[in-house]
């Protein structure tokens, strides 16, 4: 064990934080805001990805695939939010994630339809593409450097966002009291509209990322969503601070989790049986975190009293 | 995390089959969406393919989608085996899947057929008269790949597959024929799509070569991110690694890859030949090995039927058990845990024209069992 491989995983955990906290950023601000469970999310973060991918293999940019990503996700989002979300505000959480769920099934088989079974090719353009030499002989991939100066930089923009521009307030405000903003004249459901679509773009966004490093394919969000759901009840849910320091505590936890548990497991048991267990355990781990976390903070690291 | 049990719950609402008489009634239960449908898509058109061919009047197939859900597949299995009173089940990939379903499945009277999954369990202790294996047991391919680093002078191998049933077989079976020493063996999660841990532990580990098992979505992320990690280390994998649906999706970064496989498209045999021109012709796209296993089990299936009528159970057993149809593997015969004993090849990926496929480099092993025949007592 050298510090170079662990100064790598924590490179890695830094990186899978940032790709949680994309999609995290937008759960929680959808739930913050609206108060609605959108279990839809991870289908938006597939629609980005698909998008990608298919601009990419038009144009050959990878530059324009990100930007089809974040309009087709965020077209995607505003029209879910026009059409289905809009008439759930007022209905119960059941109610919520019944209509979400079925709208998981619609994406997904729409995009069967669209583009088959089959994984789709999209691959880091080239001169993304290989590793770096970082400071200290660490040979890290110049695209995972990339997604996490990305969403160190969105990270920056959505604080920004929220604390210092006119719809910041109007988000802060709609999450404290949304019949006051209303009554003072704010336009309560293009509000709405418009978190909807920059939660969905940035979930779209990290889709197309994350796509061109795995596998483009139908169903790819739902595993995500599972993580950002933990993501956001760890940081408390409606917190952008919140989901940020969530979603880097889960993307440590599970990364070094992953490398060192099995490790440490071989102290006392053979290398099979401890690559086995300690696999299984840190599979575990992040939710027992959660556990944990909930048992001292009930309404997360930086929630409100919920 | 209510929302997330609600989730699974709607997930396992079934879908409504169409009920209708017939003689002979299949009931498939296959993936046919997620990250592993590639898989279950070419299982079924594989299948479908060998049944339209034969044309016959008195075969029904239902088949159904277990969204890679062991309890999703179990509540199929045990609706089509009571309500539907299907005579032979099919169709499973994941052998945490089949681990679920076919021993409660063969204890009520049902055969079962596997397209793909061969989990160690079914082929020794519980192995069962009415459980055919017509693809393989997990560890046979993993065992070639095991004599193929042997031979090919790879002494320091780094070793990682999915913690599942066939992932530990994977292992299992590498490190029975493999005789060099061991740079590191992990188990990583059933579904994971991000490698970076653990390609950074194969960079630090001083291996001389890689060895993974990831089928489906998972094998696609980890060579693209293998690719772009600068660790250029030779990989070996099974075919499940590298199969026809992969492949496209990895691209360039797969080229010269040796995998193995007991089936590929130019293999020379008649039924090959044909096969792979017909899986053309309707599907548009090369077929995969996942694909060929489908064909095979479903003329394995025809074949029993001219012999015996599926409720004369002991001579449609025999007649399965004599395996007297045309493999696209070419020679294929059972074992006496009805688990195939066949040729495994080697294989290196190269590309033809825009795609990107396999060509056979030499055989592995030759008229292969698997190791588990002996613990089986039927």
């Keep these: ?306 | 995390m209510k929302t997330i049990r609600m989730l699974a719950m709607a997930a396992a609402i079934p879908a409504l089959a169409v009920a209708a008489q017939a003689d002979t009634k299949i009931g498939m239960i296959t993936t046919l969406s997620g990250g592993g449908a590639g898989l279950g898509v070419d299982v079924r058109d594989g299948f479908m393919l060998a049944i339209e061919q034969d044309g016959r009047e008195g075969v029904e197939v239902v088949i159904e989608d277990d969204q890679r859900k062991p309890d999703v597949a179990v509540q199929i299995a045990d609706r089509m085996i009571q309500s539907e009173k299907v005579d032979i089940l099919t169709g499973i990939i994941w052998s945490n899947l089949a681990m679920a379903v076919v021993p409660a499945a063969t204890a009520q009277n049902v055969f079962y057929l596997s397209p793909n999954a061969g989990p160690s369990a079914l082929a020794g202790k519980r192995c069962h008269p009415n459980y055919f294996n017509v693809a393989w047991q997990n560890d046979n391919l993993h065992e070639a790949a095991g004599a193929y680093a042997n031979e090919a002078g790879l002494k320091n191998s780094f070793i990682l597959a999915p913690n599942y049933p066939a992932g530990q077989d994977a292992l299992t079976g590498y490190k029975r024929m493999y005789q060099g020493e061991l740079a590191g063996e992990i188990y990583t999660k059933l579904g994971q799509t991000d490698y970076a841990a653990e390609i950074a532990q194969i960079r630090a580990s001083g291996a001389d070569s890689v060895y993974f098992f990831l089928p489906g979505g998972m094998g696609i992320s980890f060579l693209k991110q293998y690719a772009g990690s600068g660790v250029d280390l030779p990989v070996v994998g099974p075919a499940f690694s590298f199969d026809q649906g992969i492949l496209q999706a990895v691209g360039d970064a797969a080229l010269g890859v040796k995998n193995t496989s007991q089936w590929n498209k130019d293999l020379d045999n008649e039924a090959n030949a044909e096969f792979v021109v017909s899986f053309q012709e309707k599907y548009g796209r090369l077929p995969s090995l996942y694909a060929s296993q489908g064909f095979d089990t479903a003329n394995l299936i025809l074949s029993a039927l001219d012999k015996a009528e599926v409720s004369d159970q002991d001579a449609f057993r025999a007649a399965l058990k004599a395996a007297e149809f045309a493999s696209v593997r070419g020679d294929f015969k059972f074992g006496d845990n009805h688990h195939p004993i066949q040729d495994i090849y080697v294989r290196e990926v190269i590309k033809e024209g825009d795609v990107y496929t396999n060509k056979i480099i030499a055989t592995g092993l030759s008229d292969h069992a698997d190791a588990y025949a002996g613990e089986c007592k039927m």
């Design chain 1, 1 to 306: 064990m050298t510090y170079i491989l662990v100064l790598e995983q924590i490179l890695n955990g830094l990186q899978l934080g940032m790709m949680l906290f994309l999609m995290a950023a937008g759960l929680t601000l959808v739930f913050g805001v609206m108060g609605l469970i959108n279990l839809a999310h991870g289908s938006l973060y597939m629609v980005g990805a698909f998008a990608a991918a298919a601009v990419a293999g038009w144009t050959g940019s990878f530059l324009l695939a990100l930007i089809a990503s974040l309009a087709a996700a965020a077209a995607a989002g505003a029209l879910m939010e026009l059409v289905v979300i809009r008439r759930l505000y007022r209905r119960d959480h059941l109610d919520q994630v019944l209509a979400t769920f079925a709208l998981i099934l619609i994406f997904s088989e729409g995009t069967r339809w669209l583009f088959g079974s089959f994984p789709l090719f999209l691959d880091v353009p080239s001169y993304l593409s290989g590793p770096v030499s970082l400071p200290g002989g660490i040979q890290y991939p110049l695209y995972r450097l990339t997604i996490i100066l990305i969403g160190l930089a969105i990270a920056a923009g959505l604080f920004l966002l929220i604390a210092r521009t006119r719809i910041g307030i109007q988000i802060r405000a709609g999450e404290a009291d949304r019949e006051m903003i209303a009554a003072l004249g704010v336009d309560i459901s293009k509000l709405y509209t418009l978190v909807f679509a920059l939660g969905a773009a940035l979930a779209g966004l990290a889709g197309a990322l994350v796509g061109a490093i795995q596998s483009v394919q139908v169903g790819m969000g739902e595993p995500v969503l599972i993580l950002a759901f933990v993501v956001i009840v760890i940081g408390g849910i409606g917190s952008i601070k919140g989901a940020l320091a969530g979603a880097l505590l889960v993307g440590m936890t599970d990364t070094l989790g992953g490398v060192f548990l099995p490790q440490l497991f071989t102290l006392f048991m053979d290398p099979a049986s401890a690559a086995s267990a300690g696999a299984s355990l840190a599979s575990m781990l992040i939710y027992i975190l959660m556990a944990a976390i909930l048992l001292v903070r009930p309404s997360g690291l930086y929630g409100g009293s919920a």
